[in-house]
C-alpha cells in the first residue's frame, strides 16, 4: 500500500471538517471555499505522483 493513503486520511478528516465550517458560515465568501477544495485537490495530486515517482524510482534501483 502507498504510505500516503494513512497520512491522506489523517488529513482529510479535519480538512473536510474545515471546509464544511467554511461552506455553511454565511460570513465566508463561496469562492473562498471552492479555492481552497481546488487548491487542496491539486496538491494531493501532486503528493500522489511524487510519492508514486519515488515508488518506481526504489523498485527500479532494487538489485
Known sequence: MNPLVP???LLLLPLSAIGLVL???TG???ALFYASV???VI???IAVGMSFAAMKLGERTKP
Open 7 to 9: 497520512l491522506f486520511i
Open 43 to 45: 496538491l494531493s495530486v
Open 28 to 30: 465566508i465568501e463561496p
Open 38 to 40: 481546488k487548491t487542496f
Open 23 to 25: 461552506y455553511t458560515d
